[in-house]
């Protein structure tokens, strides 16, 4: 055993080829962490750009075929190559440690989907190459705009080609994330002893399982119409074009809850451990997900409210239902506060940041549930304001809870707390002012994916200041990035627990070893590095 | 700005519209404000103090009845909502059985024509924009479809937009109220021109409707 | 009866459940046959859970199992290092690519996916 050992501690090399063949899932973790950021800077310039032509109105910053393929990329990377994958990198690092496995189930599966996910990034990214640029049809490529009649375009492959391929790669993902839950558990870590984030990767994993296949029906059967003559969306010949958007939103509902069930996971995990209490009300959180990742399952066609096409009552009540096991989760965070001992370090407050925006996305989406507002708002900035207020004000702020949080056991030193601060304040207002006004824009008149507005009434006003917090956000995002690199200089080790938290990664050595544990502490409740730290405790107390 | 932020509605339908946003309104600020009121309270209630004796606070893990109850409570105010909602959607998706004016609309790339029944068919593209004129407190059907991609029919003042979907026709009634010329849009991404591809609805007492009818658009 | 099984079960009877509810309200093909097909794909691994997991018998699931001799490598076999997932990964991207830009990419894409499926199983052996 001692040889085995010392064989697999002189593994670890730091050269290139040792990550390019790498099936370690720390390893793969942080490829997959830092490719979606890479592309979250990517889409964050293009949001620049957008921002900076609609400063004005009448603005020619970018012309009118740039604008669209800006706004295209800019919804594809975010979703597709960022809020999504980012989720996947942190759990690829997190999960086996959280359970107390060595590895992933399928180390070798697992380092596929993550090349796969790079491959089919920059193959969406390389339509931009070509003579008539990327795709341009919005990251919702309605068909029949995006039919080869009209977006004659080689990017409109491209995009379709990259995305099938980013979806493969992450319905293997969650076979892997589900198999590996399930079954390579650490002995006495049963499932209601696993953390809520593993929960919500599980929820998320059963998500992607049902949803994404009938995105790759779609892109599928698009290729074709494109490529091989099909008809499928091209009413003239039969087909119906109205499916491109059954089949689209029912993949692209629960996506949405792909890109936010993992972040509750992180919010779950973060907030007990700044206010010193045990996650409040964990059955019930679990349960919630379930609901959530269910009930999204049945609520698709609440983006096609408009169509006149789809049972309107049906959607809204499913998508009304929703709201029930989301607050539930929110009950369950404050109670976690309630009476606690709360400090405020940078994850807590990139937390905090999330519950207060998320939750005006949570009830601007009951909003728009309601066919009767929706008619209003469906396809105006108000939407636009919607989804940011979910995916940036609710996932990016969890986002870079997360990576201040889980920081130290990656890499092995802190990230700085002052700078930290900065960049929470300046991101906080910063996507405030940017996103808040979008209600009223919407609300006003504005419809989405226009590269110019009308010149009177209140929509300048409006966008210049939208341009303005765009701005500031992306300060703080350059703090965050000076954070990184000074941060990188620090030499000061952290230890194994530097946030006195609950869960098993605070039990081995940051960074961990390629074999992820040299002992693991007993396991008797859903906090085992808490048990550890007060043996003077009954694991099994609830009080 | 109109109040309670929506634009002031102008059509039978818009008013139920606008009712039924008010209401939602009013819930969604009496829930934020306890919630984030709730938030606000943990932080400064229990916030950590400096130099402050480290005792481990009270564990607290479960309370099933509390839990019960953020459960129940939530699910019967979104119940209320969704009777509201049903009851105001069934009011702007009504049909008259006998609509005085019939418009049939359809939207191309990047423009739109009304062909009014027993009247002109007015077009227009992005570069000459075309209008809409409707006669106030009579109701009008609009016939939408379009002839080659997605786009949607939307006047904001009207509070209300629909798809325009090739091979398909919808259908929905129209009853303006008030006097005036509004904006239209497209609101259906549909290609480059799809910001310029706007329209106005002039709505004119029936009087002047019928002459205009009869004289043709000048 | 163990978590994940139940997991399956319940939200393979809810497929079902909505799919039907769905068909007689809406009277909708297309969201239907999808739902349908949730159900099925949720039954399915319901249905090959309750064997498989007739035969587990994981010390996960014991909650008073000792863990001192669990850790580090000897908690099953994994590859450390392994060139087949870029390779593969960049082979199924040349498929694809191939098909939109030149078919020879794809070609080239398709031997190599053999290339590798004859390496795994020479490896594996
Ligand atoms: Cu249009």
């Not at chain 1, 728009?368 to 304001?385: M, W």
């Not at chain 1, 390629?514 to 008797?524: G, K």
Request: include cysteine; charged fraction near 10%; glycine fraction near 8%.
């Amino acid at each position: 055993m001692t040889t085995a050992r010392a064989t697999l501690a002189r593994q670890p090399r730091a050269d290139l080829l040792s990550w390019i063949t790498t099936t370690d899932h720390k390893r793969i973790g942080i490829l997959y962490l830092t490719t979606s950021l890479v592309y979250f800077g990517v889409a964050g310039l293009l949001a620049l750009a957008i921002r900076t032509q609609l400063a004005r109105p009448a603005n020619d910053f970018v012309g009118v075929h740039t604008y669209a393929q800006l706004f295209t990329l800019h919804g594809t990377a975010m979703i597709f190559l960022f809020v999504a994958p980012f989720a996947l990198g942190l759990a690829n690092f997190l999960l086996p440690l959280q359970i107390g496995a060595p590895d992933m189930a399928f180390p070798r599966l697992n380092a596929t989907s993550y090349w796969m996910f790079l491959f089919g990034g920059l193959v969406i990214f390389a339509g931009a190459a070509t003579n008539e640029g990327a795709a341009a049809t919005g990251w919702t490529a309605y068909a029949p705009l995006s039919e080869i009649k009209i977006s004659t375009g080689l990017g409109q492959d491209l995009w379709i080609v990259g995305v099938f391929i980013v979806s493969v790669a992450t319905i293997l993902t969650s076979i892997n994330f589900i198999t590996t839950v399930f079954v390579y558990r650490a002995p006495g870590m049963t499932m209601w002893r696993i953390p809520i984030f593993a929960w919500e990767m599980v929820a998320t994993s059963l998500l992607i399982f049902m949803a994404f296949p009938a995105l790759a029906a779609d892109l599928l059967l698009l290729f074709v119409d494109r490529n091989f003559g099909g008809h499928a969306f091209d009413p003239a010949y039969g087909g119906s074009a109205l499916l491109w958007q059954h089949l689209f939103w029912f993949f692209g509902h629960p996506e949405v809850y792909v890109m936010i069930l993992p972040y509750f996971g992180v919010i779950s995990e973060i907030i007990p451990v700044f206010s010193r209490k045990p996650i409040f009300g964990y059955t019930g959180i679990v349960l919630a997900a379930f609901a959530i990742a269910g009930l999204s399952m049945g609520v698709w066609a609440h983006h096609m409210f408009t169509t006149g096409a789809v049972d309107d009552p049906f959607f809204s009540f499913m998508s009304f239902l929703i709201a029930v096991p989301t607050g539930v989760k929110f009950f369950d965070w404050i109670a976690t506060m309630w009476g606690g001992s709360i400090s405020f370090e940078t994850p807590m407050l990139f937390a905090l940041g999330f519950l207060v925006n998320f939750l005006l996305g949570g009830i601007t989406g009951v909003m728009i549930a309601s066919p009767p507002i929706d008619f209003q708002a469906h396809q105006s900035y108000f939407i636009v304001a919607h989804m940011h207020y979910v995916l940036g004000g609710g996932s990016l702020f969890a986002i870079f809870a997360a990576l201040f949080f889980w920081w130290p056991k990656m890499f092995g030193r802190k990230l700085r707390e002052g700078l930290g601060a900065w960049s929470f304040w300046l991101l906080f207002i910063g996507f405030n002012v940017t996103f808040l006004p979008m209600h009223f824009m919407g609300l006003e008149g504005m419809p989405r994916r226009v590269y110019t507005y009308d010149a009177t009434g209140v929509l300048p006003l409006l966008n210049a200041i939208a341009t303005a917090g765009s701005y500031l956000m992306a300060i703080g995002v350059l703090v965050f990035l000076w954070n990184v690199v000074v941060s990188a200089f620090d030499r000061t080790p952290v230890g194994d627990d530097p946030w006195e938290a609950n869960s098993l990664e605070w039990a081995t050595t940051s960074p961990p070893p390629e074999y992820n544990f040299d002992r693991l502490p007993p396991i008797r409740s859903d906090r085992p590095v808490f048990d550890a730290r007060h043996p003077e405790r009954d694991p099994s107390a609830v009080r | 700005m109109g109040r309670s932020w929506w634009p002031q509605p102008v059509t039978t339908q818009a008013s139920l519209m606008a009712s039924n946003w008010l209401l939602f309104l009013c819930a969604g600020a009496v829930v934020a404000l306890i919630i984030w009121g709730l938030v606000a309270f943990a932080l400064l209630r229990w916030r950590r103090k400096r130099g402050a004796a480290t005792t481990l606070p009270a564990q607290l893990r479960t309370n099933i009845a509390l839990e019960i109850t953020w459960t129940l409570v939530p699910l019967v105010l979104v119940c209320i909502l969704f009777i509201y909602t049903y009851r105001a959607e069934a009011g702007v998706e009504a049909l008259v059985p006998y609509p005085d004016v019939t418009v049939a609309v359809n939207a191309y790339r990047w423009g739109w024509s009304f062909g009014y029944r027993g009247g002109p068919t007015v077009q227009g593209s992005f570069s000459d924009v075309p209008q809409l004129v409707l006669p106030r407190n009579e109701t009008t059907r609009i016939i939408l479809t379009s002839s080659d991609v997605n786009h949607a029919f939307w006047v904001p003042a009207f509070l209300f937009k629909r798809d325009a979907i090739p091979g398909r026709i919808t259908v929905f009634d129209l009853r303006p109220e008030k006097d005036g010329t509004y904006v239209g849009h497209c609101a259906e991404f549909c290609g480059y021109a799809h910001a310029l591809m706007g329209f106005s609805v002039k709505v004119v007492p029936p009087a002047d409707y019928a002459r205009w009818l009869k004289s043709g658009p000048s | 009866m163990k978590v994940g099984l139940r997991l399956f079960l319940s939200s393979g009877a809810f497929a079902i459940v909505i799919a039907v509810v769905y068909w007689l309200l809406a009277r909708e093909p297309a969201g239907t046959i999808l739902l349908g097909f949730l159900a099925f794909a949720l039954s399915f691994i319901a249905g090959y859970m309750i064997v498989a997991e007739r035969e587990a018998d994981l010390w996960g699931d014991d909650a008073q199992a000792k863990n001192t001799e669990a850790v580090g490598e000897v908690v099953g076999t994994y590859s450390v290092r392994s060139p087949l997932p870029i390779v593969s990964a960049a082979a199924l991207t040349c498929v694809g690519l191939g098909l939109v830009v030149s078919p020879t990419i794809a070609v080239m894409g398709i031997i190599a996916i053999f290339a590798l499926g004859a390496l795994f199983i020479v490896q594996s052996s």
